[in-house]
């Protein structure tokens, strides 16, 4: 079956301008969590939706940076103002339920070079 | 704050050999996996363990949990070149659904 899907596989960017990046979780899974990976700071997380309750933004390096999940599927990651600190992989997951009892399947990222 | 520490960081083993990377981990935890990364690539899923004592095994890979002396085990048995990759654990933190993720292991099966 399809996997976790994420758009644009490669974005190329100039400092200062806001770049969207989009995933497309597993059909029926509830969770879906941003990840980002960089040489510096290894694997961080970001964001974590499940349902309909409130997202944990703990991860979220600073304000510039926004995500929102729409209908319980498609989510957006939002980097206004871009730095060059902000190039890295994002990497977005899904799982079924709660990861407490579930792994979770990741999409093959979007790769962001800020110049 | 969780920190989760894997070594070694690098890794170059012969084909045949055994060996172990070692996942330690600094506050309580019960739920520990372990994914595998080819270059260039995404995540993959290897184990989930989610008890003290679990063990799993998927063909040459082992994994085990001790939950009381914070520390995860991957086994490599009899390595082949297949097994190339960068592996790593993660531990999810009591309460809520992050993720921490360790440095990598990233290991080089040599013919």
């Known amino acids: 079956g399809a996997g976790v899907s994420q758009s644009p596989s490669n974005k190329v960017t100039e400092k200062g301008k806001d770049v969207e990046l989009r995933c497309d979780p597993i059909s029926g899974h509830t969770a879906l969590y941003w990840y980002r990976q960089s040489l510096g700071q290894g694997l961080e997380f970001l964001i974590y939706?499940?349902?309909?309750?409130?997202?944990?933004k703990s991860g979220l390096p600073s304000d510039r940076f926004s995500a929102e999940r729409t209908g319980g599927s498609v989510s957006t990651l939002t980097i206004q103002r871009t730095q060059q600190e902000d190039s890295a992989v994002y990497l977005c997951?899904?799982?079924?339920?709660?990861?407490?009892?579930?792994?979770?399947?990741f999409g093959p990222g979007t790769r962001l070079l800020v110049l | 704050e969780l920190k989760v520490e894997q070594n070694p960081l690098f890794l170059s083993m012969q084909e045949g050999k055994n060996y172990t990377i070692y996942c330690n981990y600094s506050t309580t935890s019960d739920r520990l996996y372990w994914y595998r990364q080819d270059p260039g690539k995404s995540l993959e899923s290897l184990f989930v363990?989610?008890?003290?004592?679990a063990v799993k095994q998927e063909g040459r890979l082992m994994a085990s949990l001790d939950t009381k002396a914070r520390l995860s085990t991957l086994h490599i048995t009899a390595a082949v070149h297949d097994l190339s990759a960068t592996y790593f654990c993660a531990v999810l933190s009591f309460g809520n659904e992050k993720l921490t993720f360790g440095t990598g292991t990233r290991l080089t099966i040599i013919p």
């Open positions: 939706f499940q349902g309909n309750s409130a997202p944990d």
């Open positions: 997951a899904s799982s079924p339920t709660a990861v407490r009892q579930e792994t979770q399947y």
């Open positions: 363990l989610l008890s003290n004592g």
